[in-house]
């Protein structure tokens, strides 16, 4: 008893020392990786989740006519308001109206119904001087004021939170009963909006594949010197901006550029050509920045593939194209599937490079959120915009995530 007394002392020990140990390495290790969380957290999560919170966030109403919101709410929208809710507009447009609510609520109403602008500053400056009955001295001043549409709008909108930002970037609108109904055929933009920038995206990653395979190849049969120097010309594009990049193409795509003066040198033109602002120039532009990020990943891949398994198909009898066919390129589809899908994910938020070489008709959707950003200063509209790229972008993925694992069996 008293021999075994010490040693299941000393097992009891050894065993909260590993307990210990495990519990340090556990702790060191999140502190390792605590900088990286902190930096995505700040970085990404929070970011994205502010801008999902502003596609949906609509407080300009509330926050500048609390009694006229609060008065409408126990209004059914059927015919005219009543009289309370005339004279807590007249109160809220008042001289205590702060400049900053009252120009964020006419850029709001504006946005729903073209005019209100005038109309809210007829009101607000006539508001101090109206007599009750309100219900008639306010319409005198606004005529809007004697029409339910308005006040309809009001109730509809009156809420801090609306899918009205969102509903806009799928061309569809809320009506006067509070219906989702299609927006004007002159105001319906988005949709095909969204559908250009997937095909956009979709084709500079076909052309990427095309001429990046090739090049991914030839660069992986290089050695020494040869594939130094190689290298060094896929590389150095890293080092030069995008925004330097698109405007190198501006200038050798212009009408007396360099490529139509090359053109007409070889007689192959005979008058110079447009083509900056067309849709062939935000292609060239496009893959000439992206084809690095194809190359790179493809290029590990092939790197890796031993030459031994061609050669067995090739002793088999194999045909080249069937060497290619159903040996190499089944072993390069991981790099291939990846390099296509980080070229798809970039190209879809490209902004730059069409604005500076594409046409009107060229335009992403990137170029509609910086128009919504920094000209319109509707940032809800800006804010539904990437919310929708995001989501459409998040089920491409997800559907590539599906079929990557497939399509990535094969491996050196």
Same mark, same amino acid.
């Given at each position: 008893?008293?021999?075994?007394?010490?040693?299941?002392?000393?097992?009891?020990?050894?065993?909260?020392?590993?307990?210990?140990?495990?519990?340090?390495?556990?702790?060191?290790?999140?502190?390792?990786?605590?900088?990286?969380?902190?930096?995505?957290?700040?970085?990404?999560?929070?970011?994205?989740?502010?801008?999902?919170?502003?596609?949906?966030?609509?407080?300009?109403?509330?926050?500048?006519?609390?009694?006229?919101?609060?008065?409408?709410?126990?209004?059914?929208?059927?015919?005219?308001?009543?009289?309370?809710?005339?004279?807590?507009?007249?109160?809220?447009?008042?001289?205590?109206?702060?400049?900053?609510?009252?120009?964020?609520?006419?850029?709001?109403?504006?946005?729903?119904?073209?005019?209100?602008?005038?109309?809210?500053?007829?009101?607000?400056?006539?508001?101090?001087?109206?007599?009750?009955?309100?219900?008639?001295?306010?319409?005198?001043?606004?005529?809007?004021?004697?029409?339910?549409?308005?006040?309809?709008?009001?109730?509809?909108?009156?809420?801090?939170?609306?899918?009205?930002?969102?509903?806009?970037?799928?061309?569809?609108?809320?009506?006067?009963?509070?219906?989702?109904?299609?927006?004007?055929?002159?105001?319906?933009?988005?949709?095909?909006?969204?559908?250009?920038?997937?095909?956009?995206?979709?084709?500079?990653?076909?052309?990427?594949?095309?001429?990046?395979?090739?090049?991914?190849?030839?660069?992986?049969?290089? +050695?020494?010197?040869?594939?130094? &120097? #190689? %290298?060094?010309? $896929? =590389?150095? *594009? !890293?080092? /030069?901006?995008? @925004?330097?990049?698109?405007?190198?193409?501006?200038?050798?795509?212009?009408?007396?550029?360099?490529?139509?003066?090359?053109?007409?040198?070889?007689?192959?033109?005979?008058?110079?050509?447009?083509?900056?602002? +067309?849709?062939?120039?935000?292609? &060239? #532009? %496009?893959?000439? $920045? =992206?084809? *690095? !990020?194809? /190359?790179?990943? @493809?290029?590990?891949?092939?790197?890796?593939?031993?030459?031994?398994?061609?050669?067995?198909?090739?002793?088999?009898?194999?045909?080249?194209?069937?060497?290619?066919?159903?040996?190499?390129?089944?072993?390069?589809?991981?790099?291939?599937?990846?390099? #296509?899908?980080?070229?798809?994910?970039?190209?879809?938020?490209?902004?730059?490079?069409?604005?500076?070489?594409?046409?009107?008709?060229?335009?992403?959707?990137?170029?509609?959120?910086?128009?919504?950003?920094?000209?319109?200063?509707?940032?809800?509209?800006?804010?539904?915009?990437?919310?929708?790229?995001?989501?459409?972008?998040?089920?491409?993925?997800?559907?590539?995530?599906?079929?990557?694992?497939?399509?990535?069996?094969?491996?050196?």
């Amino acid at each position: 008893m008293n021999r075994q007394a010490p040693a299941s002392g000393r097992a009891c020990q050894n065993r909260l020392r590993g307990v210990g140990g495990e519990v340090n390495k556990t702790t060191v290790s999140w502190l390792l990786i605590a900088p990286l969380l902190l930096l995505i957290l700040i970085g990404f999560v929070i970011p994205i989740g502010v801008s999902i919170k502003r596609a949906f966030d609509s407080p300009e109403i509330s926050i500048a006519l609390p009694r006229t919101t609060l008065a409408l709410d126990a209004w059914d929208g059927e015919g005219m308001p009543p009289e309370e809710a005339f004279a807590a507009v007249v109160a809220d447009m008042g001289a205590g109206l702060d400049n900053r609510a009252f120009g964020a609520l006419t850029r709001r109403l504006n946005f729903e119904s073209t005019g209100l602008r005038s109309t809210l500053t007829k009101t607000r400056s006539g508001a101090d001087t109206l007599e009750a009955p309100f219900a008639t001295s306010l319409p005198e001043i606004a005529p809007e004021w004697g029409k339910p549409q308005i006040w309809r709008l009001l109730k509809l909108h009156g809420s801090p939170y609306t899918a009205t930002y969102v509903l806009r970037s799928l061309d569809l609108r809320y009506n006067d009963t509070g219906a989702i109904v299609p927006v004007s055929e002159d105001q319906a933009i988005f949709r095909s909006l969204f559908l250009r920038t997937f095909l956009i995206s979709a084709a500079v990653t076909l052309i990427t594949v095309v001429i990046g395979y090739p090049a991914a190849w030839y660069l992986s049969t290089l +050695t020494g010197r040869g594939k130094a &120097i #190689a %290298m060094m010309c $896929v =590389l150095i *594009p !890293f080092w /030069i901006s995008i @925004l330097v990049r698109s405007t190198a193409w501006f200038i050798l795509l212009q009408r007396e550029g360099v490529i139509n003066g090359l053109l007409s040198a070889a007689s192959l033109i005979s008058e110079p050509k447009a083509i900056i602002f +067309t849709r062939p120039a935000v292609y &060239i #532009a %496009m893959v000439h $920045v =992206l084809l *690095p !990020f194809f /190359i790179l990943p @493809l290029l590990s891949v092939m790197a890796r593939i031993k030459g031994d398994y061609v050669r067995a198909g090739a002793s088999l009898g194999a045909k080249p194209w069937q060497q290619f066919l159903l040996i190499y390129l089944p072993l390069t589809l991981p790099g291939l599937s990846a390099g #296509a899908l980080i070229v798809f994910m970039l190209s879809v938020g490209f902004y730059i490079t069409p604005a500076l070489v594409g046409g009107i008709t060229d335009q992403m959707v990137g170029y509609y959120i910086d128009y919504f950003t920094n000209n319109t200063i509707n940032q809800g509209m800006a804010a539904a915009l990437s919310f929708l790229l995001l989501l459409f972008t998040g089920l491409i993925l997800l559907v590539a995530g599906r079929l990557m694992p497939s399509m990535g069996k094969g491996k050196s």
